[in-house]
C-alpha cells in the first residue's frame, strides 16, 4: 500500500498546498501552507510538483510510518529527525523503507516543519486545493494517530535539488503601509517600525497576535466598513496591538490595515513563536 501511516500528531498537523485562491467572493480564503518557501522546498527536495500536497507539523511531535519504499524531505523549522531512531539531515532528500518510522523533535528554531513524499498527499480535492483551512473547516481534518494517508502521482521530472540552504529568522519583516495608514497618528506610523513587537500566544494559522509597549493610536475614530482582507495585512484593532494575518486568514475585516507584509516575509513570519520578537522595515 503507497502510504504514510500517522501514528503521532504533535499539537497540531494538517495537510497543506499551495492553497485555493479566487474563491474570496464566495467567502472562503486562499489557506495553504503558511510557509510556502519551506513547502516549495520540500517539494523540490522530492521532486513533486509545487503544488503536491505536504504534511505542515506546528511544534514538532510527528511519528509516522511508510507502508512502502519511498523518499521523503522535511524543512523549515529546526528539528531533529530521525528514521528508526537514527538523525537524518534536514533540507535534503532521505529514503524510507517500508515499515520504517520517522520522527520529528520539538524544534530549537521556528515553528512549522513541512514533510513532503515523492508523488504527494493524496488527500481529496476540494475547490481546487488539498489543503486544511482550520478558519472554515474546509479541506481534509486536522490528523489524527491512525489516520493513513494515501501517496499520489504529483511528481516532476528529475533532477529536482539535492539540498535546500536552511533559512535563519530575517532581522525584519518587510511591509509596505496602507491601504489605512491615514487612519493612524504619525506617532502610530514611527511606532510600528521603531518598536520591537513581541508575538504573544494567540497566535495561530490564522494570524498573529502582536503586543508592543505602545499601542497604535488612530487619527480617525470612526466605524470603518468591512473590506477585503489579504494575506500579511497587519489589521489593528481597538487596543492598539495589530494582528499579522497568515494562512487562513479572514477573508474582510472591519478594522483599519495599516500595513501589509511582503508575501515572501509572511513566510518568514509563519516560523515565529510566542515570545519571539520581530521588528518590521518600510519599503517602497
Known amino acids: ?9 504533535g499539537p497540531l498537523c494538517t495537510v497543506q498546498d499551495r492553497g485555493r485562491p ?3 467572493s464566495i467567502g472562503v480564503g486562499r489557506s495553504g501552507a503558511a510557509d510556502l518557501q519551506s513547502h516549495d522546498a520540500a517539494n523540490r527536495l522530492v521532486g513533486n510538483n509545487s503544488d503536491a500536497a505536504t504534511l505542515e507539523v506546528t511544534f514538532g511531535g510527528l511519528t ?12 523549515g523549522a529546526h528539528v531533529t529527525c530521525r528514521v528508526d531512531g537514527t538523525e537524518q539531515g534536514l533540507c535534503s532528500t532521505l529514503v524510507i523503507r517500508a515499515g520504517q518510522e520517522l520522527e520529528l523533535s520539538a ?15 493524496d488527500v481529496p480535492v476540494v475547490l481546487g486545493s488539498r489543503s486544511t483551512d482550520t478558519m472554515s473547516g474546509i479541506g481534509p481534518a486536522i490528523l489524527t494517530p491512525g489516520t493513513a494517508l494515501p501517496v ?31 487612519w493612524f497618528t504619525e506617532r502610530a506610523r514611527s511606532l510600528l517600525l521603531e518598536q520591537p513587537w513581541t508575538v504573544t500566544q494567540d497566535s495561530d494559522r490564522v494570524g498573529i497576535r502582536l ?5 497604535l493610536t488612530r487619527a480617525i475614530d470612526d466605524e470603518l466598513s468591512s473590506e477585503g482582507m489579504v494575506l500579511g495585512s497587519l489589521q489593528v ?11 487562513d486568514h479572514p477573508v474582510t475585516g472591519g478594522y483599519p490595515v495599516i500595513a501589509v507584509v511582503t508575501a515572501g516575509d509572511v513566510s518568514a513570519a509563519a516560523q515565529l513563536t510566542p515570545g519571539s520578537r520581530v521588528h518590521f522595515r518600510a519599503i517602497g
Not at 503507497?2 to 500528531?9: I, K, Y
Open 22 to 24: 479566487g474563491h474570496a
Open 152 to 182: 499520489g502521482n504529483d511528481k516532476a521530472c528529475w533532477p529536482a535539488a539535492d539540498f535546500a540552504p536552511p533559512r535563519a529568522q530575517p532581522d525584519a519583516l518587510c511591509v509596505s503601509f496602507g491601504p489605512r495608514e491615514n
Open 1 to 9: 500500500m503507497r502510504a504514510l501511516t500517522v501514528l503521532r500528531t
Open 237 to 247: 484593532p481597538p487596543s492598539g496591538q495589530p494582528v499579522l494575518f497568515l494562512a
Open 211 to 215: 503586543d508592543g509597549a505602545e499601542p
Open 64 to 75: 509516522l510510518r511508510a507502508e512502502f519504499d519511498t523518499l521523503v524531505a522535511v524543512t
Open 107 to 121: 524544534p530549537t528554531w521556528g515553528l512549522r516543519s513541512y514533510l513532503a513524499v515523492r508523488g504527494g498527499i
